[in-house]
């Protein structure tokens, strides 16, 4: 391969690679990227949930699709986006974690935002799956049902956090509770645990989201609303 050949080659190859950088190179994009890890969703929901328009919300999401990084399912006059496939998530997590490790701002942020977070013990998914199989913990997921249904912890309950406040008697205090949310940037989990222990519970954050014990390969079940 001639000199200029191989410059071709390789301008080529980092052109393709670098489709899938220059689509997630936007905080809004990233912010995308982890709501669907949680599941399916329509263009108006996550218009909804990232406070955008439905037209910049679709605008981002056809730059997702054009990096192969998204695919949509269309019902009707709707369309419902996912993540290509666990690549991507594996993808959003190494640049979460990387962002987490390199940059003090980010652990500034979060003790700004979530600044009981570091009073509590959290659990992480080893412990938690020993006292799963030992049948010694409540594991509270309290995202929005709809997440629920779509992906959860196998025996988890389905709470979400706005829904706690009246729904506590469901919950026994004998028990420790362990709540869980969307990652280490949902600040849900957090308001739950606050929540729990101010009203008497032991009660513990997972120090990782749904996505990423999936991606463990750790037990996983969906479609249903609550489980005792």
Request: charged share 35%; hydrophobic share 40%; with cysteine.
């Amino acid at each position: 391969m001639t000199s200029q050949r191989h410059r071709d080659f390789k301008d080529a190859l980092y052109q393709q690679l670098a489709r899938a950088t220059k689509a997630m190179a936007s905080p809004r994009r990233l912010e995308i990227i982890d709501l669907l890890a949680q599941g399916e969703r329509s263009v108006e929901e996550v218009a909804v949930l990232c406070e955008m328009s439905v037209a910049n919300t679709s605008q981002h999401l056809q730059e997702l699709r054009s990096a192969l990084l998204v695919k949509v399912r269309r019902a009707g006059l709707h369309a419902y986006y996912a993540l290509a496939d666990e690549s991507v998530f594996r993808a959003w997590q190494a640049v979460r974690d990387l962002g987490q490790r390199q940059f003090a701002e980010i652990d500034r942020l979060l003790r700004t935002y979530v600044s009981e977070r570091e009073r509590f013990e959290r659990v992480d998914s080893k412990e938690l799956m020993r006292r799963i199989r030992e049948d010694e913990v409540v594991v509270l997921d309290v995202r929005p049902e709809s997440e629920f249904v779509a992906g959860h912890i196998r025996g988890a309950r389905s709470i979400p956090v706005r829904e706690l406040q009246r729904r506590l008697a469901e919950l026994p205090k004998k028990r420790e509770v362990v709540a869980y949310c969307r990652g280490p940037f949902c600040v849900y989990a957090d308001e739950a645990v606050s929540l729990l222990r101010r009203r008497g519970f032991r009660a513990r954050r997972l120090d990782v989201g749904y996505p990423d014990w999936k991606m463990a390969g750790l037990p996983v079940a969906a479609g249903q609303k609550e489980t005792s």
